[in-house]
């Protein structure tokens, strides 16, 4: 294997990859390729903006492999969807491992990683607690019997898989049957303790990353290693994060806790069968009575405990306590005497003391009388899934910035990346979420997220920033028209003039549409108009799986999908198949929206502006992502059609806008329309 002096360079390794893969050299490519090696070499952590089609993937692989070899360290890739996932490891590593393996003077390996929930455990098949539903009295009949036989189902394919892995489960199944074939890791007897630990999926996993250069997982295992830490991941001291954009809302939510009647009703029925009846009935007793108090609360943010409420998790954490303490501690021996004694136990454990610790730790939130200074944001959720009403009291950080400088940023050197990660033409509104200083620290600038110098312990935090552009010419492939002639939007629904407004492009486009909105019911009301309207073929978002939708969209040139939030990043359609989108609305977020209500006055008690810290910054984002749907390769053509006329008239309608590629702007239908029509006849 060739010595240290000895590895080629990142550009020559570049080179070599992109010409064995048949791709073209892009300059910009190269430009983030060096970036991400100068960050690696010197320790500063780095965000780059890459446009679609930069090929960014290959040009943080390249470096991170480069790195790995020539260190024997691992590096940690980390995504937000599963799709960048499988791209990556079943696509985009096989083939650039090959490709590297003589420059390298080996084949670089990598891996996947996922929680431990994510993996089939042995121990429930085999002990027969898979059959058993402790909550099944929690679901509806009909979804206890489907239930049923996808466990069975699922016990068979624990006897044929070789990586008990859920996403190799096809067709899929649901999430609560998965839970009766897996455990978190808290509830997991350990593999020196488990019966089948040998032959353990999830193990097995954790073994096999340990020994590979690249390690693939995702922002909420990253955000776990990083919150409990507890080491999951392996050895590591380079991180990149891609779709970094999405990092704070993953963080967010693997921080975030809940408390309902049913969790700890859950809990009290996992214990009765290990200890007295009279101890578990304090706990069920408690979550009777905790369902009771919230019945009566209105749903909304609190800002101090209502009245009632700190008696309730008071006797929900006693008696969680002394459920605790009559399991005892862990008998030695027991796991392989009774292995499914000892399942049972841990399994109780773990459900007695989330409820013990959700309790406490609503209970504590307010203990700081200065509300600007409180860590965490507490709200009564009241949530009807089809008529069955479900109310929650959730719990979550105000802020991960302080969490992502201690646990990231000062344990690896980290690169984040993504096509959006500038709002309003800077990359500080992130960087302060993520817990960076900004570039411009001394600025105050109510743009931006706040009006103060960042934390006193940022300044030992080096980093850089780079947005390496686009291949795309926007201003000549694309064309951004905003529907200034239209009223703002309002909470009535679609009114006539935007289902016009949406008739008359689409049919100029030929079909070839892609509709973002805001909303499922906005999306499905267009969808069936357009059907009553239009000759061309309208899919919607919940007809049938995305990913299906998404196949039918590319294959019809006709075809149109209409969509809401998951469409605004998951569709990758290049060619005809996609001339236009329509964005029906600014993707502000709800405004009653407690923790980001609870954030924006955050800022507001620095002296920032609240709202485009963090309404407008995440309308930027998606905005970004919205738009970026257009063009997918560099021979797209086609119109992005925004119905909101506030992009163009509002106050802040600049400041979005900057966070957008650089189209040719119009607001007059009628070029629009010809132009739909000119690419249509192409």
Known sequence: MPSKTELPTVPALLQVAVHSLGGKERSNQLTMASAVAHSIDTGEHLAVQAGTGTGKSLAYLVPSIRHAVESGKTVIVSTATIALQRQLVDRDLPRLSDALTEAVGRRPKFAILKGRNNYLCMNKIHTGAAQEAPDAELFDPFAVSRMGREVVRLTKWSS??????????????????????????????????????????????????AQVDVVVTNHALLAIDAITGIQILPEHDVVVVDEAHELVDRVTGVATEELSAATVTAAARRSAKLIEEDTVDQLEGAAENWAAILDELPPGRWQSLPDGVGPALASIRDAAWAVRTAIGPNKQGM????????????????????????????????????????????????????????????IAPLSVGGLLRARLFAESTVVLTSATLTVGGSFDGLAINW????????????????GVEPPSDAGSIRWNSLDVGSPFDHARAGIMYIAKHLSPPGRDGLSKSYLDEIESLVSAAGGRTLGLFSSMRAAKAAAEEMRERLDTPILCQGDDSTGALVQKFADDEATSL???????????VPGPSLSLVILDRIPFPRPDDPLLVARQQAVESRGGNGFLAVAANHAALLLAQGVGRLLRSVDDKGVVAVLDSRLATARYGGYLRASLPPFWETSDPEVVRKALTRLAGQ
């Not at 944001?377 to 929650?392: E, I, L, P, Q, S």
């Not at 817990?435 to 706040?450: F, H, N, V």
């Open 160 to 209: 044929e898989t070789e990586t008990g892995d859920r996403d190799d489960v096809v067709p899929g199944v649901s999430d609560q049957a998965w839970r009766q074939v897996s455990v978190t890791a808290r509830e997991c007897l350990g593999k020196s303790r488990c019966p089948v630990g040998e032959d353990c999926f999830a193990e097995r996993a954790r073994t096999e990353a």
């Open 562 to 572: 209409f969509g809401t939030l998951s469409l605004w990043q998951g569709v990758d």
């Open 435 to 450: 817990g960076l200083p900004a570039e411009k620290p001394s600025r105050s600038d109510t743009a931006m997220a706040s």
């Open 335 to 394: 796991a392989n005497s009774d292995p499914e004694a000892a399942a049972a136990r841990s399994a109780a454990l773990v459900a007695v003391d989330e409820v013990h610790d959700s309790a406490v730790r609503v209970l504590t939130a307010f203990d700081e009388p200065d509300p600007a200074k409180r860590k965490d944001v507490v709200w009564h959720a009241v949530d009807d899934f089809r008529g069955n009403v479900k109310r929650t009291v959730r």
